[in-house]
């Protein structure tokens, strides 16, 4: 399967750790897209990157919240100082080309905080 | 502003009935516009997309939209429920204005009868 790989799938980390999510994209995609979905809502826009660069991070918290995508290797969204209400599913996507193009979802990961 | 608004958060059809998932969008630039559907601790997959061509879109698994401008709508129906299209669905709409912005609506819970 080539699909957009997301890990780990669950995370559980205690108040003021750090978490890191990883998002390999669909090989031959250099866009990719980060969201996140509390419970009974829809996805929320966070960053936008495309290899190397942040195109769009209007979504993003200003604070403990960072993304890479770096030239090698998987895209990387990483919470600093977590808090209970970072708990949520964080997703991934991938485009071909940047949107409208139909994005490919991984299956995301759970972020837990104790 | 651009906003997308899915009409129903829960429809429960019985098995073999058709089905009808209401979306409208609100945007001042051509929109294209996409049904996703999610199956549970899963990631979303693309069902259809509209993209300024042929109003009447037809997408897998049997569901079909019909993009409708003067009414700001695409509505995704399918003629005979399965039990296994029991899953949350989101409309998005994708905006072509150069820069990025993918709008999801809240989502609606489909029930599905035996």
């Known amino acids: 399967n080539a699909g957009v790989m997301q890990n780990p799938r669950h995370l559980v980390r205690r108040r003021g750790q750090e978490a890191r999510l990883r998002c390999s994209p669909v090989?031959?995609?250099?866009?990719v897209y980060w969201y996140r979905q509390l419970p009974e809502e829809g996805l929320k826009f966070m960053v936008y990157l495309q290899k190397e660069n942040i195109i769009d991070e209007s979504g993003m918290p200003k604070e403990r919240f960072s993304a890479e995508f770096p030239k090698e290797g998987p895209s990387i969204l990483r919470i600093q100082q977590v808090v209970r209400g970072d708990s949520a599913a964080y997703f991934c996507a991938s485009s071909r080309d940047r949107v409208p193009q139909p994005q490919h979802f991984g299956d995301g990961t759970r972020l837990s905080i104790l | 502003a651009q906003s997308v608004t899915q009409l129903d958060s829960h429809v429960s059809v019985s098995e073999g009935t058709p089905v009808l998932l209401r979306c409208n969008y609100s945007?001042?630039?051509?929109?294209?516009l996409f049904w996703y559907v999610q199956h549970p601790n899963k990631g979303l997959q693309l069902l259809l997309k509209?993209?300024?061509?042929?109003?009447l879109v037809k997408g897998i698994n049997g569901f079909e939209a019909e993009f409708k401008k003067s009414e700001t709508s695409f509505h995704l129906t399918k003629p005979s429920a399965h039990m296994s299209d029991a899953a949350e669905y989101f409309c998005v709409v994708s905006l072509n204005t150069g820069g990025f912005k993918t709008i999801f609506g809240a989502g609606t819970r489909l029930f599905v009868k035996a």
């Open positions: 509209y993209t300024s061509a042929a109003t």
């Open positions: 090989k031959g995609h250099s866009h």
């Open positions: 945007s001042s630039y051509s929109p294209s």
